[in-house]
């Protein structure tokens, strides 16, 4: 919808390309004022290409997916191009805003944002869808509570992950996805999948299934001193599984089950 409606509004020229490598955006912008509305996967790839270039001129617009502060400031520094994130879904519509490394998201006008006693995000806007299908069709209620676990400044809110994408360990709330991002800065480690095993009846906390795929075979020791340096205050319990790929959706994310 961004990718359509945002250019006829500004007038301007649109590129659709189905194959859009980041080869082809080092070429085809040749300086030119570019806005390119795209997803994380898109500028992650960028960032693997381990070589500056001068994308100063090119505004990225990213959604369906979230990038980390460490990650947009790597881009920033590599390339010296802006970054504005878009936050929603399809039942809430357009949520909030994040511009470059900035960490707190700005809700757009019109959308009032709160939060429950587990940090469980409301919604209230007017971009709510009226209806949603599961099974049959019904009424979105209004409030929509998402499944995203947030922390409040004001008006303004620190997107802490999914709720089935948030670990607790020693008494501290961390996103997989944080782990997954780290485990993949490692120069052998190409994509990273983590799912949180949860059993009410251990006392232990909870358990980590982390999918690497890697150039070289990692071994739990190599991981477990990898997270140790990230996180040298907490113990993390997890499974090591060495695959060949990671399966991804349409829309290039990685399929969580």
């Not at 500004?10 to 390309?17: A, I, Q, R």
């Not at 802490?160 to 996103?175: C, D, H, T």
């Amino acid at each position: 919808m961004t990718g359509v409606m945002l250019p006829l509004r500004l007038g301007c020229e649109v590129l659709f390309k189905e194959e859009y490598l980041p080869q082809d955006l080092l070429r085809l912008h040749e300086g030119k004022k570019t806005l390119v509305i795209t997803s994380p996967v898109y500028l992650k790839s960028l960032l693997r290409l381990r070589r500056g270039h001068d994308l100063s001129n090119v505004l990225f617009l990213s959604s369906t997916g979230l990038l980390l502060e460490d990650e947009v400031k790597q881009f920033q520094q590599r390339y010296s191009g802006r970054i504005i994130q878009l936050f929603g879904s399809t039942e809430t519509g357009g949520i909030a805003v994040k511009k470059g490394t900035q960490s707190l998201w700005e809700p757009l006008d019109g959308v009032r944002i709160s939060q429950n006693h587990e940090g469980v995000m409301i919604v209230n806007s007017p971009y709510l869808s009226t209806h949603l299908f599961e099974e049959k069709v019904f009424l979105t209620p209004r409030p929509y509570m998402t499944t995203d676990i947030i922390e409040k400044e004001g008006d303004s809110f620190r997107l802490l992950g999914r709720l089935n994408e948030i670990v607790k360990i020693s008494g501290k709330r961390i996103s997989v996805l944080e782990i997954e991002s780290f485990l993949e800065e490692h120069p052998a480690v190409k994509e990273a999948l983590i799912a949180i095993e949860r059993d009410s009846r251990r006392l232990k906390d909870e358990t980590l299934n982390i999918k690497l795929v890697s150039k070289t075979k990692l071994e739990k020791k190599d991981v477990l001193a990898l997270l140790k340096e990230r996180y040298p205050q907490i113990h993390f319990d997890f499974h090591l599984q060495m695959v060949e790929g990671i399966e991804k959706n349409s829309m290039g994310k990685k399929v969580r089950r």
